[in-house]
């Protein structure tokens, strides 16, 4: 008998070292790349530009299995990755703010957040898996013509953007009505920019817009006016300007990232499934955290890749 109990003890630690080997921990790689995934509706029926509530919410439960982690955008431009280690950053955004991506229901109760909108889906989804995290930015249009103003719910706008904030989403600039910014000259420009700003700065008065994503991924003749500048007496100031493509971004550690070019991966199947697999079949080139957002964790074969100037304090270790 008691031959049989220790047999059983030697089999069940047997078992359990077998299932730690097979989990493999992802090492440390803070020069990998990040994928920036640009959505746009989230509605019926699946189309080029449509994702449908169901696969949404199906693409956070892929990324979540394979160990992805939301990351704000803000933290990305600021070097500052505090994830788990062996896990890796995905960053959420949403261009041309419609109605899919936020709608509220009217209940008896008062409002409630439509459970099929990319908003309640994110919301349902961190709440059954809080390590997931919370963070997506929404590239809105606050002068558009409907379906595309701010989510299409007039009398609810405001508090749409007061919500997005006190959750610590982020807004960011998309212009004021989607202008091309290519089309036009500096006045036009700097006022599509400054615009969009006072127009959703009525609603979140304190609120810094950090990120402008471009318009059919135009730039303007002049980057620098997309930058910062001002107009009709209101400065902006854009840390990052965001690309419609492109595929997966460097690290924010890496020498060739660069945030006046981000490229982004649109989240449609397609291209989804093309860059997990992509990771999947090269481990190294993907970014995976080190658990510490004091340092950055680099293999030593790619020092060369590191850029200089990192962002202040971070300590570079070696591997
Ligand atoms: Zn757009």
Same mark, same amino acid.
Do not use: C
């Given at each position: 008998?008691?031959?049989?109990?220790?047999?059983?003890?030697?089999?069940?630690?047997?078992?359990?070292?077998?299932?730690?080997?097979?989990?493999?921990?992802?090492?440390?790689?803070?020069?990998?790349?990040?994928?920036?995934?640009?959505?746009?509706?989230?509605?019926?029926?699946?189309? %080029?530009?449509?994702?449908? $509530?169901?696969?949404?919410? !199906?693409? @956070?439960?892929? /990324?979540?299995? #394979? +160990? *992805?982690?939301?990351?704000?955008?803000?933290?990305?431009?600021?070097?500052?990755?505090?994830?788990?280690?062996?896990?890796?950053?995905?960053?959420?955004?949403?261009?041309?703010?419609?109605?899919?991506?936020?709608?509220?229901?009217?209940?008896?109760?008062?409002?409630?957040?439509?459970?099929?909108?990319?908003?309640?889906?994110?919301?349902?989804?961190?709440?059954?898996?809080?390590?997931?995290?919370?963070?997506?930015?929404?590239?809105?249009?606050?002068?558009?013509?409907?379906?595309? %103003?701010?989510?299409?719910? $007039?009398?609810?706008?405001? !508090?749409? @953007?007061?919500? /997005?904030?006190? #959750? +610590? *989403?982020?807004?960011?600039?998309?212009?004021?009505?989607?202008?091309?910014?290519?089309?036009?000259?500096?006045?036009?420009?700097?006022?599509?920019?400054?615009?969009?700003?006072?127009?959703?700065?009525?609603?979140?008065?304190?609120?810094?817009?950090?990120?402008?994503?471009?318009?059919?991924?135009?730039?303007?003749?002049?980057?620098?006016?997309?930058?910062?500048?001002?107009?009709?007496?209101?400065?902006?100031?854009?840390?990052?300007?965001?690309?419609?493509?492109?595929?997966?971004?460097?690290?924010?550690?890496?020498?060739?990232?660069?945030?006046?070019? @981000?490229?982004?991966?649109?989240?449609?199947?397609?291209?989804?499934?093309?860059?997990?697999?992509?990771?999947?079949?090269?481990?190294?080139?993907?970014?995976?955290?080190?658990?510490?957002?004091?340092?950055?964790?680099?293999?030593?074969?790619?020092?060369?890749?590191?850029?200089?100037?990192?962002?202040?304090?971070?300590?570079?270790?070696?591997?």
């Amino acid at each position: 008998m008691r031959l049989l109990v220790v047999l059983f003890l030697i089999l069940t630690a047997a078992l359990l070292l077998a299932s730690f080997a097979a989990a493999e921990p992802r090492l440390p790689n803070e020069l990998g790349r990040v994928m920036i995934l640009e959505y746009h509706k989230v509605d019926y029926p699946e189309e %080029r530009w449509t994702r449908t $509530p169901e696969n949404f919410r !199906r693409d @956070l439960e892929t /990324l979540h299995a #394979r +160990g *992805y982690r939301l990351l704000a955008l803000n933290d990305l431009l600021d070097g500052r990755i505090a994830l788990p280690a062996g896990t890796t950053p995905v960053v959420l955004t949403f261009d041309d703010s419609s109605p899919g991506q936020f709608r509220y229901l009217e209940q008896a109760g008062g409002l409630e957040i439509d459970p099929k909108s990319a908003v309640g889906i994110l919301e349902t989804f961190t709440r059954e898996r809080p390590d997931f995290g919370r963070a997506a930015t929404f590239f809105v249009l606050p002068g558009a013509a409907s379906p595309n %103003r701010l989510f299409n719910q $007039p009398a609810h706008e405001g !508090r749409k @953007l007061r919500h /997005l904030v006190s #959750r +610590g *989403y982020e807004i960011g600039n998309h212009t004021l009505w989607h202008a091309n910014l290519g089309k036009y000259d500096e006045p036009v420009v700097r006022a599509q920019l400054a615009e969009a700003q006072v127009w959703i700065q009525r609603h979140v008065p304190d609120y810094r817009i950090r990120a402008l994503a471009l318009p059919h991924g135009v730039y303007p003749k002049s980057v620098e006016w997309a930058l910062r500048g001002s107009a009709k007496g209101t400065a902006y100031h854009h840390d990052a300007v965001l690309m419609v493509a492109g595929g997966a971004a460097p690290s924010p550690f890496a020498r060739a990232w660069d945030p006046v070019r @981000l490229p982004r991966i649109q989240a449609i199947e397609r291209e989804l499934a093309g860059w997990l697999a992509y990771f999947e079949k090269h481990p190294d080139e993907r970014f995976v955290s080190d658990g510490d957002p004091g340092t950055v964790a680099i293999p030593a074969s790619r020092r060369e890749r590191l850029r200089s100037g990192l962002p202040g304090g971070l300590k570079v270790v070696e591997r």
